[in-house]
């Protein structure tokens, strides 16, 4: 049984999660869409497997498609992607009344996104999720971008899909380690909002106890931003564990993964939190056990505390002099607190496991 999250931004779409999903994209697109040329843009992993499916679906919805398949990974999130992207859409005629189909994970989520944003200074555009990172998180509230040198995601937009279509069978195909990526971002939502939740990704998770666990991940984010769609205030929530977290995936030139990152980020603020009398008592240990079942870090001992700490003074979530924490006060409740830049040091030093 798939179930409907309904998404209330400047412009109003549904996310529909479901097994199957792919199989009636096209009838489904075409509903909100009508008929047109469909660019899918996915990438070298995600094509072999699931490409075939969805022009088919689209095809024979009515629908005349075309594909652009960009090397799978983060170093492809870039300019130069993007570049050949939109220059594949001009080669081709791409019109306004056309639409991009950005069939993967995040990773295919946001380039796509993106260009939809700029071609033709703007296009629409669907998100077939095919991550479970991607479905908690990336292809639901229009944050689009691609990375520069100097960070990640420093170049985007905000720009909403007409709709998101997440199939979880696709996710039967994801290795251990992606899964673990988006059970990270999963958690995060309930230690931010919702015990229930947390105490779900405890169970094991059978299909539709999965099922149950994304749609309220991503109802929980569809609230987030309706009430904040420019991440002025309540959004930042979400960014649980990725000052520390990006600080993690920067020094490791990216080697470690977004999620994994994320986990040890987020651990690291709940334990520093904790120690200064800012978190419950035991808030840190019931995160750290949860990340610890799906195999997720929750540590960083490998940086430096200095070297951590100069790395996230780039984080683009910096204001000027401070910067806002995410303070996980308890298992499904945690605030923002604006700190003086310096102060993160000490959150990094209180937030290693030794220290
Ligand atoms: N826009 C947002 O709000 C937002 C939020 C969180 C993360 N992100 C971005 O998302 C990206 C990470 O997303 P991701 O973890 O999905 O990475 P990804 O898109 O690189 O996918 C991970 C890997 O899994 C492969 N893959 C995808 N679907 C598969 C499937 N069904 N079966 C087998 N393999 C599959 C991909 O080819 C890739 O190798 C980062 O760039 C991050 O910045 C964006
Ligand atoms: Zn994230």
Known sequence: MASVIHVETNKKYDVEVGAGLLLTCGDKIKAITGTCRAAIITDSNVSKLYLNKVEKSLEQAGFNTDSFVFKAGEGSKNIETLSDILEFLAENNYTRTDILVALGGGVVGDITGFAASVYLRGVRFVQLPTTLLAMVDSSVGG??????????????????????????????????????????????????????????????LDDEKLERAISECIAHKARVVKNDEFDLGERKLLNLGHTIGHAIEKCSGYATPHGHAVAAGMAMIARASEKMGLAEAGTSEKIEKMLLRYNLPVDCDIYEDKELYFTSLGDKKREGGSITLVIPEKIGGSVLRKEAVADLEKYITLGKKGN
């Open 143 to 204: 944050k689009t971008a691609v990375d520069l040198k100097a960070g990640k995601n420093l170049a985007g937009a905000f720009y909403q899909p007409e709709v998101v279509l997440a199939d979880t069978e696709t996710l039967k195909t994801l290795n251990r380690q992606e899964l673990a990526n988006g059970f990270a971002e999963s958690i995060k939502y309930g230690v931010l909002f919702d015990k229930k939740l947390f105490d779900l990704f405890d169970c094991d």
